[in-house]
């Protein structure tokens, strides 16, 4: 029995024809991997919101998590060492579509994310050396996967666990998140904007302030 193909998270598609103008992305993601903890919490939401079925495999996910002992940390002097591998949607058609001998790539209407439609694709791997990221991933079943953007809500940004509202009050941690879905322009104003003095609270003030049980 046939397993069945990941979902694909779209609003719908839009083929073009060859020699046609396509529009780039505007908004994309964008990680700040010298912060990444290497908690894989992207790749699992990754994985099962793509499932047609429930299971929960990072093998599956359209983001990965790699180690680089040169990445230097603004936490860490020595550096986390992760980075995290996403896809940059190239200018449209990117490397990875123009080298598909099925043109089983289409086009996300709202966020003109180039996708892969699964029942033209042969599996041929044509567009895993042709990404020059790295970022086409082949599942365990021989599907070629890439980041769909989840159609224009990407879970990996809404999961990552870096997030300020994700984290515990009181706890020491940078004013950014590893994820990003921004414009470019937007996301270079983000990460320029200077940081906000806030006092954090320790586990013993915030014990005495009340923030905390003393049984915790």
């Known amino acids: 029995m046939m397993e069945m193909p990941q979902k694909e998270l779209v609003n719908g598609e839009t ?3 060859v020699g046609d103008l396509i529009p780039n992305v505007d908004k994309k ?5 010298n912060l990444c903890t290497d908690c894989k919490i992207c790749e699992v939401a990754c994985s099962l919101i793509h499932s047609p079925d429930g299971e929960l495999n990072p093998l599956y996910s359209r983001i990965k998590i790699e180690h680089n002992p040169q990445v230097t940390s603004r936490v860490n002097k020595d550096g986390f060492g992760f980075v995290t591998a996403i ?11 123009e080298v598909c001998p099925t043109d089983a790539f289409y086009y996300d209407p709202v966020t003109l ?3 892969i439609d699964q029942d033209k694709c042969i599996q041929c791997m044509e567009c895993v050396p042709a ?5 086409v991933f082949v599942a365990p079943t021989g599907e070629l996967l890439k980041c769909d953007l989840c159609g224009g809500d990407p879970v990996c940004v809404k999961a ?10 009181g706890k020491q941690y940078s004013r950014l998140p590893v994820l990003f879905f921004e414009t470019k322009k ?13 006092k954090e609270l320790g586990l013993g003030d915030a014990m005495l302030a009340g923030k905390v049980s003393t049984a915790a």
């Open 113 to 115: 994310a180039a996708i």
């Open 87 to 97: 896809c940059h949607h190239c200018g449209n058609p990117p490397p990875c579509a």
């Open 160 to 169: 990552c666990s870096t997030r300020p509202d994700n984290l515990n009050q």
């Open 186 to 198: 937007d996301y270079t104003a983000i990460i320029r904007k200077p940081v906000e003095e806030h």
């Open 15 to 17: 083929w073009f024809k």
């Open 131 to 135: 990404c020059p990221f790295d970022v």
């Open 29 to 33: 993601l964008f990680a700040l991997s």
